[in-house]
Each structure stands twice: as structure tokens, then as C-alpha cells.
């Protein structure tokens, strides 16, 4: 067997998937192994994943950490493949042939569902359909989102709910200043909507917001956050929750909370409501969203082990758009087995595993691994965990070299696509910022991948 610094070649990794997760991944093969190489595929043209297409458009700051990934790109040792999908151009079975180690760093792009009547009616969306409509992500651009009615209703009390809020509750002139999609600022900005309801189905000491993110719902010009102060009294699982170290986050929650329950409602602006303890059971309408019945629900079981169980009580909150916010979830991958409860690849330290067996040389990391949660800075550890279990495996994998890509150059001339490659997205970004520049915009997103190719067509000529 060949020892991985034989002089056989480098180690050939192929990342699948360009967001943190994946350049997390990258950044840690490349450093602590001096012989290897990485090939990182994105179905997309362009790198980054959530931190393009989900990290809201008045968050710059969060958006800054992809120099950290353009510093990963640019070493010798990484060549990035975008507009490749690996299940459509590629497959996984390909990737294990023509790379020691395929790391899937996929992320979670399906939605978890509420399970409920009128779910799928008109007016009625996914937190997922409104984030990447406004961020310019390619396969939502087309979705039409009808804000001629008052009421907006965000079920979810989670960080993504929090940015479809404040994106619906920020004047436009304060959007305008940021990289959000042109046709999302031109609708957003005949919009109506003066009330946005957060609905969570448990109580205000286990809402999923960061404080952070909390405070700054109750930072945005020209709206009030408002909450009831009688709900949020405690009850004493939610009191030992909160004065335990475990629930500091909670405890500074519910002291915004408590502010929002002390605030002045806005004269003439927009409103974001808190209520807490009620469970949507049915999405009412019959040709589009008209109310969301809610059921009262009551907490059960330890601290920190609370859930909410749904009673009798129930009545109809009027509104004409429903977001639905309540948690992405990961997608099969063909080929490798699937946690379809938790929606993740089940995997061992981020070792695939069919059944109890490792599948050999292929790993997950983030969201695939873990499911949703974290912030882009949790994916860091999951990656190196990953890649430590990639290195102490080299020794057993590398019984052969591996020509990376350029074995699997056939194929992705038959998939028919035009491959990009990382100085090709470079021309992509050029292009976008001076488009932006031309508005006031840090940049003008494509939005159609056959304009990305363009961009690039137009550079070089
Ligand atoms: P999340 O944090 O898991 O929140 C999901 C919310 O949906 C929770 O309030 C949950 O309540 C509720 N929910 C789930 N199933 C429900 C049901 N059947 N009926 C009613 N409510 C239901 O998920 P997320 O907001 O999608 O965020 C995903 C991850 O991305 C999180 O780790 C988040 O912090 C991160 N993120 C971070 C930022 C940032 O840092 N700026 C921005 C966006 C996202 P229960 O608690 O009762 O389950």
C-alpha cells in the first residue's frame, strides 16, 4: 500500500458543495496535509453557498467572511468546478473513483413541512422561497410574493424567521443601500404590509432567535417590536431554565422581550409582534391565504425538555401572506443511506456510515451532518472533525493514485454545461459590483445563471 507522502502524487479530495461548510473543509485539508490537493463542486457558477444566496442583504459584516474563502480559493493546491452537479453532470460512484476522499458538504436545501391543511395554497410560502427571492438565488428569482394586503404571518422563531421579518418591516430606502436582488427591491417596494407576526409554538424563553438577532428587530426604523407583557410570565420549568447557565441566551431574550413589552406601538409605521404558546392548525382560504387558525398550546415535560402540546383552544388570526419558517432539512444523496427523521446522512465523525459500516472515502460536513443549526462560524469545528477523520484514514484509502479531475474529464464535457471555474467567478463578481456601483449597491446579483456565463463571455472578449 502507498503511504501518502510517497511520492505517488497528491492526495486527490473531492468537496462537494461551496459553502462554509465545504471551504471550512478545504482550509483545514490543505493545511495540515502538505501533499494534497482539493476539487471543490458547486451546482452553481458561483461560490459560497448561504453566505450568497442566505445571509440577508443588511448584514454585510456576515457576508465579509468570504474573504476568508477567497484566500482558501486562491492557493495553488484548489481548483473550484462551478455550475457542476454532482447527481446530474457527476456521480458519487465517479467521485469515489477518480478521488481518495469525496466530502459532501450539501447543506440542507428542503424544507421541514408544518404537515397542515391549506399549507400549499397561494400566499402561503417557505422562509426559504422569500430569502432566496430577495438574495437573487437563481432557482427562486421567478417566485412572485403579493404584498398588497396588511398582515404578514412568520411561523417560526428562529434566526431565518427573524431575517424574513426584518426584510419585510425595513423601509426600502434602507434596502436599497444593499445587495438585495433589484426585482425584490422593486416589489418590496409598493408593499403594504404594516403587521408581521412571529408565532412561536413554545414560550418566550425558548424562542431560537440569538440575542443579537433579537435586538435588531427592535432597531428597525420606523417600526415598533412589540410584545404582551402577560406572556411572558414564567412558569417555573421556563424560570429554572432561564437561571441556568445553559439558558444565558433565553435570560437575555426575555429581557428584550420585556422591553418590546413595554414599547410604545409606532404611530403611522410597521409592527413586529411576538406571541407565543399557539401552533398553527390549518392555513384558511380558497383561493389564497385569507386567516391561519392557531391552536393555544401548553408546555410539557422537564426544563430543557419542554415541548408544546396542542389544546382545544383555537381561533383565526387574518392575514394575507404566511411564511413558513420552521427549518430547513437535508436531501438524499442517491447511493448513500439517509436519516429522513433527522435529515441528515447518518455518519460517524463525519464518516458516512451504511448501516453500522463506513462507507469508504466519503465524509459529510454541516448541515448534511449535522442538521441545520449553528452559525457560519459552528461549521468551522464540524469541518476539522471531518477532515480529522479523512487524515487518520489516508493510510487505508490510498491504495492507489487518484487522478482527480482530470479523470472525470469526459464526463463533464458529455454534461453539456459550461464548467466555471474560480477566475471565471472572479469576472462574475467584477461584473456584479460595478453594476452595483452604478445604483449605490455594494453589487447588482445575477440572478439567471445564463447571464452569470455571459458576464464571463463579455470579460473576456
Ligand atoms: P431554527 O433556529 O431551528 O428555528 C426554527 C423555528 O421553527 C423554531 O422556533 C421552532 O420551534 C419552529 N418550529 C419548528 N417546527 C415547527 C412546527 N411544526 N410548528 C411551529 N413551529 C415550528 O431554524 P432556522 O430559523 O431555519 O435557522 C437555521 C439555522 O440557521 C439556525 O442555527 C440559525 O441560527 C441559523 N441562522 C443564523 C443567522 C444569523 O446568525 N444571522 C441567520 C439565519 C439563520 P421549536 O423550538 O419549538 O422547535
Sequence with gaps: MNNPDDGSGPIAVAVVGSGPSGFYAAETLLRRHP???VDMFDRLPTPFGLVRGGVAPDHPKI?????????????????FFGNVEIGRTLTIEQLRSAYHAVVLACGASADRRLGIAGEDLAGSHTATEFVGWYNGQPDYRDRVFDFSGE????????N????????LATPVDDLRKTDIAEHALDSLAGSRIRDITLIGRRGPAQIKFTPVELKELGQVRCCAALAAAEDLNLGASCAAEISDHRGDDAKKNVTLLRGFA???PAGSGRRIWFRFLEAPVRINGTDRVKSVTLAKTRMEGPPFGQVAVATAQTHDLTCSLVFRSVGYKGVAVP???FDERAGIIPNLKGRCLYGDDPVPGVYVTGWIKRGPTGIIGTNRADSVETVESVLEDL?????????GAAALEASLRAGGGRIVSYGEWQKIDGSERSRGQARGKPREKFTIVGEMIAAIDAEAT
Design 35 to 37: 501533499n494534497l490537493h
Design 63 to 79: 457576508k465579509q467572511v468570504s474573504l476568508v474563502f477567497d484566500k482558501i480559493a486562491r492557493s495553488p493546491a484548489f481548483t
Design 151 to 158: 398582515h404578514a404571518v412568520i411561523v417560526g422563531q428562529g
Design 160 to 167: 431565518v424567521a427573524g431575517d424574513v421579518a426584518r426584510i
Design 262 to 264: 413595554s414599547a410604545a
Design 335 to 337: 447511493g448513500l443511506s
Design 395 to 403: 493510510p487505508k484509502m490510498r491504495s492507489a493514485p487518484k487522478a
